[in-house]
């Protein structure tokens, strides 16, 4: 299961977390009175100002991010479920 769920998790993460980024740098860059990035900046090391290496950066990181959480997601669903529940609820999620 751990496999089967894993990339697909990451990518909706990882997707997710890269167009909000983008949106905010992008609206930041429109009105430059936000400052949106810097609401970013704790989270991404190394990311300041609006730059395409900074965004870059910030991208590689999000993904980064989005693999880690991914994997731990997928660990916890894994031990928190008994196999059977897991499979099911992975397989059917509309049907709880």
Do not use: N
């Amino acid at each position: 299961m751990f496999q089967r769920w894993f990339w697909p998790t990451a990518f909706v993460a990882g997707g997710f977390a890269i167009v909000s980024y983008t949106i905010c740098l992008g609206a930041d860059a429109l009105f430059s009175g936000l400052s949106m990035y810097r609401a970013w900046e704790p989270w991404l090391p190394g990311v300041s100002g609006l730059s395409f290496g900074s965004w870059l950066l910030g991208v590689a990181e999000l993904v980064l991010y989005a693999l880690y959480g991914s994997a731990l997601l997928i660990a916890l669903v894994k031990v928190a479920l008994p196999r059977e529940q897991a499979v099911h609820l992975m397989a059917h999620p509309a049907t709880r």
